[in-house]
């Protein structure tokens, strides 16, 4: 099969890979109907991790079963299904508690920029949607694979409720659905730092009611200004940087939270700041296991319309394209069809 390779910082091909098969008996093969890049992929594109040997990208996936080992019981071929960038039994300790992404068993589904992969786990990882979906429906679909899945975890993690301010910091696919998760969680007020004009007006038509330009100290004075001189009741994070970090922190109001989603870079944590603060900070890998029936009901209910993050779609042979187009912020998020 073609599958997407990164051999080196901004070295991305779509090489011939061998076709994924059952190595375990709670595993399943998919053949992937939609694809895409991911934010997250883009540290390893521009040399800030480390890539010392090709490796097959891509987490994010969704379509159908084609096989499934002896030991699985809840898909069957022929099912359209989602699942979450880390497989998960669904019976750990860490499973039952509602966080599939620490689960004791845990493996990591790479490789999913290609036409098809093979998901480990599958019984505790696979949600399978009730029908074969429209083609119209694919790409949000696609998005509760991570993005939509990371920014409900954004809002969960910050402690959103019905009534709350909002403030996002990030405006890249996880910080847009952020907001609408906050949206669908009641906030009044959702204020997200951002400044690019398409990025801006997809945030407006997901729920946001402020936009703010300003970063670090002038974007963190911003909020509290726009909320009486205190700050936002919950915050999103959703870059993971020092400078994200930091202005998340410095946005939100005493006794408030922040939910952290971005992969940290570098990031270090004053604690005696965070002691007098009277911040709640909570985050790490989406648990988007758990929220995947949900969101499903949501996207195929209309509820919600996360895959308008994909502002360009392209083939899975021009995956170096998509890798640039997000790299130059040409694009928001680029599907990819395998």
């Not at 300003?214 to 400078?243: F, S, W």
Request: net charge negative; with cysteine.
């Amino acid at each position: 099969m073609r599958g997407a390779v990164m051999y080196a910082p901004g070295d991305v091909r779509v090489a011939d890979r061998p076709a994924p098969e059952i190595i375990n008996p709670t595993d399943a093969v998919i053949k992937l109907a939609a694809t895409c890049v991911c934010g997250s992929d883009l540290w390893d594109y521009r040399g800030i991790n480390p890539v010392t040997q090709p490796t097959p990208m891509g987490h994010e996936y969704a379509g159908v079963v084609q096989e499934v080992g002896a030991d699985v019981t809840s898909v069957k071929p022929g099912q359209f299904v989602i699942g979450s960038f880390f497989a998960s039994d669904g019976t750990c300790p860490n499973c039952r508690a509602g966080y599939p992404s620490s689960c004791v068993n845990r493996e990591f589904v790479g490789g999913c920029q290609a036409e098809a992969v093979r998901v480990p786990l599958a019984d505790g990882t696979l949600v399978a949607t009730p029908a074969q979906p429209p083609a119209e429906f694919i790409p949000s679909l696609l998005a509760l694979s991570d993005v939509m899945g990371t920014g409900w975890w954004a809002a969960v993690a910050a402690e959103v409720t019905a009534g709350s301010a909002v403030a996002v910091v990030g405006d890249g696919a996880v910080g847009l659905c952020g907001v609408i998760a906050a949206r669908e969680l009641g906030a009044r007020r959702i204020i997200v730092m951002s400044r690019h004009e398409p990025r801006q007006k997809l945030a407006l038509e997901f729920g946001a009611t402020d936009i703010v330009t300003e970063r670090g100290n002038d974007g963190a004075a911003e909020i509290r200004e726009m909320t009486e001189g205190i700050g936002a009741d919950a915050v999103l994070e959703c870059v993971g940087t020092p400078e994200s970090m930091r202005q998340a922190l410095h946005s939100t109001r005493p006794g408030g939270n922040v939910g952290f989603v971005g992969v940290p870079h570098d990031v270090q944590i004053n604690g005696e700041e965070l002691f007098y603060s009277h911040v709640g900070l909570r985050g790490g890998p989406a648990p988007a296991r758990r929220f995947l029936p949900d969101l499903i009901t949501r996207v195929l209910d209309g509820r919600i319309d996360p895959g308008k993050v994909f502002d360009l779609t392209l083939p899975l042979e021009e995956a170096a394209e998509a890798y640039r187009a997000m790299d130059e912020r040409r694009a928001i998020k680029v599907l990819l069809q395998p």
